[in-house]
């Protein structure tokens, strides 16, 4: 069976290209894709040529970035899956687990058809009543988001961690970086039982979208920890948000962010940085006020937790929020939605800075 894949041949040359799929195996399953999400940040830093990983690819054993040599940066391209927020409904079944007709959320990339093992993917049935543009959030995006509300949980726990409120539940909390993982956070953060959540960002446009989801707003470039600590006082010095999460791959964002905590705050980081960090002043607030910086990547859960938090708890914690704000997620955080045939050209568009998205979903 041939299907159409979405790959980037070289940097600024993004390209739908056909390619053949293997036979479905016992055990597996052949999907059509339904909806892709975009997920502009990562997915660009391929088409720009600037992601980490051409520079200094990572060494899995050591954990350690090390610089490529020119032939290795070579050997990144082409980059034959881009994007990781697919629902796709099972056209054919080699297994009772999921029946012909299922519609299932699963990250593989934006592609007409994918060939999966369910048993070495994540691949989450999606419930009757819940709108597929919203699925592409289940299996991956909406589970990075959880996993920042399960660290901060485990930061103001010491670990015994029983729900995602305990990091949240009648806190102050502020997220910097109004784009979809900012707003989503956002939104888990208030359904958790935040006692107020307030949404920093630099764009008016994306601010003007967190106001209409119900939350407070701050310029970032109008230094929303003075106004922070101004508002939110706790005693005398201290001063600042219980909790930030930090959204936005911006060096200025994180110096901004640590500004906004109080003193021997957490700050829960889910960006991706991809340049330098001059804007970063680790001398200041960060060590004045003994503030921790803790790294949430969804490849990793707190210590001690990776027993009772996994990949599809975060997802059933993903469902559990899109049941109860969905409407809001579909009117407000989908910018876009694009048949697949327009997806280079938009992400060109991006790359360029000619349009503006928030969240994007290519349709098939």
Not at 25 to 32: I, M
Not at 139 to 165: F, K, R, Y
Not at 304 to 331: H, I
């Amino acid at each position: 069976m041939i299907r159409r894949n979405m790959v980037v041949a070289a940097p600024g040359d993004l390209q739908i290209v056909k390619e053949e799929l293997p036979e479905v195996p016992e055990g597996g399953l052949l999907l059509e894709t339904v909806a892709s999400g975009l997920s502009a940040g990562t997915e660009l830093t391929f088409l720009k040529g600037d992601n980490p990983a051409l520079h200094a690819p990572m060494d899995p054993e050591l954990g350690l970035f090390v610089p490529a040599t020119e032939g290795e940066r070579e050997q990144v391209y082409p980059v034959t899956r881009l994007g990781y927020m697919e629902v796709g409904r099972v056209v054919e079944s080699r297994t009772p687990a999921f029946a012909e007709g299922t519609l299932v959320a699963t990250p593989y990339g934006h592609a007409t058809h994918h060939v999966s093992d369910p048993v070495r993917e994540h691949v989450v049935p999606l419930p009757e009543d819940l709108d597929p543009l919203l699925g592409v959030y289940v299996a991956h995006l909406g589970p990075i988001c959880a996993n920042g509300l399960l660290h901060a949980a485990g930061e103001a726990t010491g670990g015994g961690v029983a729900s995602l409120a305990d990091g949240v539940a009648g806190r102050l909390v502020a997220v910097t970086g109004a784009g979809a993982i900012g707003l989503l956070v956002a939104l888990l953060a208030q359904e958790h039982g935040a006692q107020e959540v307030v949404v920093i960002d630099a764009d008016e446009r994306r601010r003007a979208i967190a106001e209409r989801l119900g939350f407070a707003t701050l310029d970032l470039e109008e230094d929303p920890g003075r106004v922070l600590k101004t508002r939110w006082r706790h005693g005398p010095a201290d001063h600042g948000a219980d909790v930030v999460f930090q959204c936005r791959g911006r060096s200025a964002a994180l110096h901004a962010a640590l500004r906004c905590l109080r003193p021997q705050g957490s700050l829960v980081d889910l960006a991706f940085y991809t340049g330098g960090a001059d804007d970063l002043r680790l001398g200041e607030e960060f060590h004045h006020n003994g503030l921790r910086l803790v790294s949430a990547q969804i490849g990793r859960v707190p210590r001690g937790l990776s027993g009772s938090w996994d990949r599809r708890r975060f997802s059933a914690e993903t469902v559990s929020l899109l049941r109860s704000r969905g409407d809001d997620v579909r009117r407000h955080i989908i910018s876009d939605v694009v048949p697949f045939d327009d997806g280079p050209g938009l992400m060109d568009d991006l790359a360029a800075r000619r349009r503006h998205v928030l969240s994007a979903v290519f349709t098939f």
